[in-house]
């Protein structure tokens, strides 16, 4: 008999011949271990609590300490080998000691057959290696030495620690001295173990044969890819996903950006391909990883050369030609400064779209257009959600797709035609789009992810001034193209129209005299651009090339003349005045006719005019009644604006109104070739209005000598060229007063 220290564990038993590791964080059970390593032979004898119980059991196993390390928690850390199986006469405490103690002797082991032990040994070994081979969680190690096991006690112990029993099946094994007996047992277990398998692989198949459609399909979708991946043969969906992560790894991205695409391409493997979801995700990641996030085109910056590209696509337009050149000039010193927002103003033909495209090409970037005329729809701007059925990204991310580069010219034609309803206000969105402090993280719907728009070079396009939105208009660059003179049209036709004709029809040069295209300009066309003169110019280029005409008959070629030049009459009514307008189609004489009426001082008028041009009545009328005695007691006055089909709008005809009605009263006709603009006050000042070169054009166009305009207007005259006025004599006025004393005098 032996007296001994006891460890109790609990849930961990120990069998001999084996090695355990555990940490201690009782101060009995530290304190049992450091005494037992102060003796020769470092002995513990190490049991576990039986069942839910705290008895403690009969047999245990003694143990020799290995090592022991004291760990930063206080807590130590011990190495025990198991040394062999002893009974334990009696557990005791050492006077008023909590550590525990107990009085050991040695096991009696039945002796066995060896003709019984070796067929045991053999159906154990046999049994435990099916065992290993339908069981993934055993270890093949354990075979091995389970054979080279010197007894059958020592095989017994051996294998039971490595199977993965509960610790009551282990505490039962540990209490059984008897070697055959539980090898017996470890047969029945391990069997029952194999039975245990056996059935969940039977239930594997049976749920597997239960699996749904679809999870068939995608489980026989992985093989088929892992044939094809065998076969070198891969999916179109396997070979996108490929090539959008080849994609996403060039591009210089925001991480966020590319952690959400990254994993919209693992969506988009995991989707079958019979699902619509499928084609959604393709097209989107198709677009998002093709945009030119950093794909740029190289700017030409050489001033003189782009002076010279521009001039030589067109005649004129000098301000919008030194915009441009400062534009470059400022980003040679500065490469971050913000590109200017341009807005050209001005009527049809006169070049707006075409300079943007020469301005293009001459800075060597890409150019698209776009229309936003009748747009009130936001979204066709910044895209629909990709949530919504034929979802799709706006007109301005489609065009950087189109052009490639991150820094075109883009064209937004006819921003003073767009249209404010229920379904937004587009104008304000474009605001966002153009202005350079919010577009550097422009997001489309679409897209969802920032882009940005600072490096575009935007021009925009309007018709009229006046109708551009509000909230667009104090964030533009105002640039007025205006309408062409005759002299202009002339020059335009010889240095750009003809040339542009010739190469293109691939022939020489055709002798069309000045003359002729003046008389092309004045009695076929009717515009303040020229888009209808290169019509017209091709139409007799064509005439000439293919009917070999020699000697060139402009009304032969074109037939009856279809504008004639307004005749000025030769005996004026009195109470008739020529007003100019300025129309979208440039500058216009319109006459305003006044007749008396008995009556009771009613006025009439007639002609489709506008409110702002019924207000200009009302205060010519009034003004006359005060300063110069009208009288309109037992008097109706009918005012009409010749060309009734056309309506008539704005504050510049008051002048023309107030001189028609004095013309009336004092029965004095207005010659014919004197035309009027401007606004009258109740105080008889004339007031600038906008639109004179236009309308000093169509003046002279019309036949008209002399002009009265606003005296603040007359820097306008600068721009028409000198050899235009030497037949036109245009006077500027501050007061009503003087053009009374010149045309009544």
Known sequence: MQEISVIILKNLVILPNQEIKVELKSEISQKIIKDACKTDNSLVLVVAPIGETTDLPKIGVVAAIKSKIELPNKSLRVNLKGLQRVVVNKYFNKGNEEALSAIISECRLPKFNELEVIAIRRKLLETLKNYIDSSPEISNSILVGAQTATSLEVLTDMITSFLPFDTPKKLEYMQNINAMNRANSLLKDINSELEIIKLEEKINERVSINIEDNQKEFLLREKLKEIRNELGDKSVREED????RATLEKLDLPEKTKE???NEITKLEGISDASPEGSVVRNYLDLVLNLPWSESSEENTDLKEL?????????????????????????????????????????????????ATSIAKSLNREFIKISVGGLNDSTELTGSRRTYLGASPGKIIQSIKKCGVNNPVILIDEVDKMVKDYKGDPAATLLEILDPVQNKAFVDNYVE??????NVFFILTANIESDIPITLLDR?????????????????????LLPNIYREYGIKKIDLTDKQIETIITN????????????????????????DIKEIDIKEILGEEKYE???????????VSNALAYTPMGGIVTKVETVKLPGSGKITITGMPGKSLEESVSVALDFLKTNYSINLNNQDIHIHFLDATTPKDGPSAGAAIAIAIMSLYLDKPIPASVAFTGEISLKGNILKVGGVKEKIIGAINTGVTTIYIPKD???DIQSIPKKMLKNINVIGVKDYSEIYKEVFR
Do not use: M, W
């Open 713 to 715: 207007n007359e820097t």
């Open 565 to 575: 030049t307004a005749k000025l009459e030769q005996n004026p009514y009195p109470g």
């Open 241 to 244: 996903c490929e090539k959008f």
């Open 449 to 454: 992810e920032p882009f940005d728009l600072s």
């Open 476 to 496: 533009l660059e105002i640039i007025n193209l205006n309408s062409y003179t005759g002299y202009e049209k002339v020059n335009i036709a010889k240095k750009y």
């Open 260 to 262: 959400k695409l990254a």
């Open 524 to 547: 076929y066309t009717y515009e303040s651009g020229v888009r209808d003169l290169d019509r017209v110019l091709r139409k007799v280029i064509r005439k000439v090339i293919l009917d």
């Open 307 to 355: 002076k010279k590209s521009l001039d030589k696509t067109h005649y004129g337009l000098d301000e919008i030609k030194e915009r441009v050149l400062e534009y470059v000039g400022i980003k040679k010193i500065n490469a971050k400064a913000a590109n200017p927002i341009i807005c050209l103003v001005g009527p049809p033909g006169v070049g707006k779209t075409s300079i």
